[in-house]
């Protein structure tokens, strides 16, 4: 393809999504990915292995007391950071939308949830979810899932014991997983190897779903081709293509009408600061030094227990197997200080071995005493996350680094990140009503982790004001005609719930529109 | 997409198989044979030995210090280790080289001998007076993050594979075996 209508920066869960759509729509797609295209065969069931899955590009220059992890929340490859999660796709709720306007504090989105409500509609269509719409009393309104819930296992069964006893609800959690033949792909059987890709198809990564649709509609896929610069028109306000450097390392231009820059939500700032011009001495939508700005991850509360029971830890899905979002209301903690929504992902399906497996939960074990523990945690294991939303500060911040470049001579990124005192304390609040759930639940032991950080969101914040945001409601960047970016970077609030199925209903919104307006990309903003 | 069925019928085979100077073996098949070091040192080589099997009860059997040792010269988009998403730049030889200097410094410091000579009483006291905090004089990596990320690389070869698995009574339930194993090809089921 020597001049395709629309380039698509990176292959992961927005980028595959428009890549698809715009595809499907006549227009001639390139996807650039910086990364290899490993193939399924590539997703081997394999703790050690899954982690060629995760990012192993130029190395993020991390600061600040709460770090982002970024080699491990981010991905390099085809399907991007999407081919190893978890796909457990909550939707945000209204009340995330408006979060300074109702309570001071935060960001606001230019979109409600009634702007969002048919894609998060569609995407579900398109990839298939499992859940319980009738027991998650706390789903926002939506078509039903097209898939029943997720089963329960005996861990599940055992930690709900807890929940009830609480009063607490819990319900199936929402797993873009197949727990029926779906689309011709054939239901789960619960193993737990989600993290390591999926190669069954029944986990809705980019491979399975999204990247299979834009091929067949003609998109072409290009790997290892690390994009370093936006080309922009001498007026500095129409994209006209980007740079790139292929796999031998020769750099490389390509030129098109619509330029999307789908990367990780790092990568995407990254790029945009070094598209640097006499009109944009700041870099790309930057000139209310709003770029990369509100960088927030949310804290993982990670909660643990030994049971009586063989809790069957390794049956399920990563992700697990019900929720609870009885604390999503943001001041359902205030009493502590505290400010947010979080949710449980409970009974997730662990490993021995690995950053989330049994072994390291109890790092201040070595000797015969770890091997007792294994022994005993193979049996009755179990635990539970929540996932707690992170407040947006502008000081969390991703810029490039002053002296360090990677080997293409683009500046390294350099990520500061400190969670908001508020968000510290929902945290701690989470944790504490999570022991007390494991203890309800006749844990024989409990304890809990470190504030673990995951899911990047921020640093393109979409909004109405081009001063405090980046780009508009479909990721347009502000003042510029037809450069556009996807992902949860657009996000100004985390919400308490898990982002890959909000990136894909902003994604599938933003692809509405440009297949709306086809060909006017070049017309006045 | 392959047919899931295809993918099953090569589970339970599945292994830790790497290339060690074009010889396709498991950690622990390494070991049995004898390997020899060729990134780290001699004096490093028995130390992640010794500091492996104190750490997790079978690591050097399992093959801790080959694991290591070729892990250490591979490629960074080859690598296994954990190590990649703790926010450490490749290359890793340099942190798990400071860290093992520091470890033996202290060993000498205060019992006067090499960690992998001490008895298994004076070890404990060793790990346990880095493991949590950082002990005066202490020169290489923080101390409890060495600790972690080692101990980590251990469970990784004891509990990591099918053996540690089925050692657990844990199913491994593969989709996809470890490709490029020929020497097992005769016995996958």
Same mark, same amino acid.
């Given at each position: 393809?020597?001049?395709?209508?629309?380039?698509?920066?990176?292959?992961?869960?927005?980028?595959?999504?428009?890549?698809?759509?715009?595809?499907?729509?006549?227009?001639?797609?390139?996807?650039?990915?910086?990364?290899?295209?490993?193939?399924?065969?590539?997703?081997?069931?394999?703790?050690?292995?899954?982690?060629?899955?995760?990012?192993?590009?130029?190395?993020?220059?991390e600061e600040g007391k709460n770090?982002?992890?970024?080699?491990?929340?981010?991905?390099?490859?085809?399907?991007?950071a999407a081919s190893h999660h978890y796909a457990v796709w909550p939707r945000m709720h209204a009340s995330d939308f408006s979060v300074r306007a109702q309570?001071?504090?935060?960001?606001?989105?230019?979109?409600?949830?009634?702007d969002l409500r048919p894609y998060y509609d569609q995407v579900q269509h398109d990839c298939g979810i499992a859940g319980d719409e009738k027991q998650e009393k706390w789903r926002p309104p939506g078509a039903p899932y097209p898939m029943p819930g997720v089963p329960m296992f005996s861990q599940g069964r055992v930690l709900k014991r807890g929940f009830d006893a609480l009063g607490m609800t819990t319900a199936p959690l929402p797993l873009a997983v197949t727990t029926t033949n779906y689309n011709d792909?054939?239901?789960?059987?619960?193993?737990?190897?989600?993290?390591?890709?999926?190669?069954?198809?029944?986990?809705?990564?980019?491979?399975?779903?999204?990247?299979?649709?834009?091929?067949?509609?003609?998109?072409?896929?290009?790997?290892?081709?690390?994009?370093?610069?936006?080309?922009?028109?001498?007026?500095?306000?129409?994209?006209?293509?980007?740079?790139?450097?292929?796999?031998?390392? *020769?750099?490389?231009?390509? !030129?098109?009408?619509? #330029? /999307?820059?789908?990367?990780?939500?790092?990568? $995407?700032?990254?790029? =945009?600061?070094?598209?640097?011009?006499?009109?944009?001495?700041?870099?790309?939508?930057?000139?209310?030094?709003?770029?990369?700005?509100?960088?927030?991850?949310?804290?993982?509360?990670?909660?643990?227990?030994?049971?009586?029971?063989?809790?069957?830890?390794?049956?399920?899905?990563?992700?697990?197997?019900?929720?609870?979002?009885?604390?999503?209301?943001?001041?359902?903690?205030?009493?502590?200080?505290?400010?947010?929504?979080?949710?449980?992902?409970?009974?997730?399906?662990?490993?021995?071995?690995?950053?989330?497996?049994?072994?390291?939960?109890?790092?201040?074990?070595?000797?015969?005493?770890?091997?007792?523990?294994?022994?005993?945690? *193979?049996?009755?294991?179990? !635990?539970?996350?929540? #996932? /707690?939303?992170?407040?947006?500060?502008?000081? $969390?911040?991703?810029? =490039?680094?002053?002296?360090?470049?990677?080997?293409?001579?683009?500046?390294?990124?350099?990520?500061?990140?400190?969670?908001?005192?508020?968000?510290?304390?929902?945290?701690?609040?989470?944790?504490?009503?999570?022991?007390?759930?494991?203890?309800?639940?006749?844990?024989?032991?409990?304890w809990t982790g470190p504030q673990g950080m995951m899911h990047i969101m921020g640093g393109t914040v979409m909004g109405a004001d081009p001063e405090s945001s980046v780009t508009d409601s479909y990721g347009r960047v502000h003042g510029l005609r037809n450069l556009y970016v996807a992902g949860p970077g657009l996000f100004p609030t985390s919400a308490g719930v898990n982002p890959t199925f909000t990136v894909k209903a902003l994604a599938a919104r933003t692809a509405a529109r440009l297949i709306d307006r086809q060909g006017t990309e070049n017309a006045a903003p | 997409m392959p047919d899931r069925r295809t993918l099953l019928r090569g589970a339970g085979a599945a292994g830790l198989a790497l290339n060690f100077g074009g010889w396709l073996a498991t950690p622990r098949e390494a070991w049995a044979a004898g390997y020899e070091p060729s990134v780290l040192t001699d004096q490093e080589f028995k130390l992640t030995v010794a500091l492996g099997e104190a750490l997790v009860p079978g690591a050097a059997a399992a093959g801790i210090a080959p694991y290591l040792d070729q892990q250490l010269g591979a490629a960074r988009s080859e690598t296994l280790l954990m190590i990649q998403y703790l926010g450490v730049e490749a290359p890793y030889l340099d942190f798990y080289r400071a860290g093992l200097a520091a470890v033996e410094g202290l060993a000498q410091q205060s019992q006067g001998r090499p960690f992998a000579d001490l008895s298994a009483d004076r070890q404990t006291a060793t790990l346990g007076s880095f493991a949590g905090a950082q002990p005066e004089g202490w020169e290489g990596p923080p101390s409890p993050f060495f600790y972690f990320v080692f101990r980590s690389d251990a469970t990784d070869v004891v509990y990591g594979t099918p053996e540690g698995f089925s050692d657990l009574g844990t199913p491994y339930s593969a989709h996809i075996v470890p490709p490029d194993e020929p020497w097992r090809s005769g016995t996958q089921q």
């Open positions: 393809m020597t001049s395709p209508d629309v380039i698509v920066v990176g292959s992961g869960a927005s980028g595959s999504l428009l890549a698809a759509k715009l595809a499907e729509s006549g227009r001639k797609v390139l996807i650039l990915e910086a990364g290899p295209d490993r193939g399924e065969q590539a997703m081997i069931s394999s703790t050690l292995y899954a982690r060629r899955w995760k990012w192993n590009g130029a190395p993020v220059v770090p982002i992890g970024h080699g491990f929340n981010a991905g390099l490859g085809v399907g991007g309570h001071g504090v935060g960001l606001d989105w230019p979109i409600d949830y009634d792909r054939d239901a789960c059987i619960w193993d737990g190897w989600c993290d390591a890709g999926c190669p069954i198809g029944a986990l809705a990564n980019p491979q399975t779903v999204y990247l299979p649709r834009a091929k067949a509609a003609g998109a072409e896929l290009r790997v290892r081709a690390e994009v370093t610069r936006v080309l922009m028109d001498s007026q500095g306000r129409r994209a006209t293509g980007v740079e790139y450097v292929d796999a031998d390392g *020769a750099t490389k231009t390509v !030129s098109a009408g619509l #330029v /999307i820059l789908a990367a990780f939500a790092v990568q $995407n700032v990254r790029l =945009l600061l070094h598209s640097t011009s006499d009109r944009h001495p700041q870099g790309l939508g930057n000139a209310g030094d709003a770029l990369g700005r509100y960088i927030m991850c949310h804290s993982a509360a990670l909660v643990y227990g030994l049971f009586e029971e063989n809790t069957t830890h390794y049956l399920g899905a990563f992700g697990g197997q019900l929720v609870c979002q009885d604390s999503y209301p943001k001041q359902t903690h205030a009493e502590a200080g505290a400010f947010g929504s979080y949710q449980w992902m409970i009974a997730q399906a662990v490993k021995p071995n690995d950053l989330l497996g049994i072994a390291p939960t109890r790092p201040d074990l070595f000797g015969k005493p770890l091997a007792d523990f294994m022994q005993r945690a *193979a049996k009755g294991f179990g !635990s539970m996350t929540g #996932v /707690i939303e992170d407040l947006p500060v502008a000081d $969390n911040r991703i810029t =490039l680094h002053a002296d360090r470049k990677d080997a293409n001579g683009v500046p390294l990124a350099r990520a500061v990140h400190t969670c908001h005192p508020k968000t510290n304390a929902l945290w701690q609040a989470a944790l504490e009503e999570g022991k007390r759930i494991f203890q309800a639940a006749d844990a024989t032991e409990v | -």
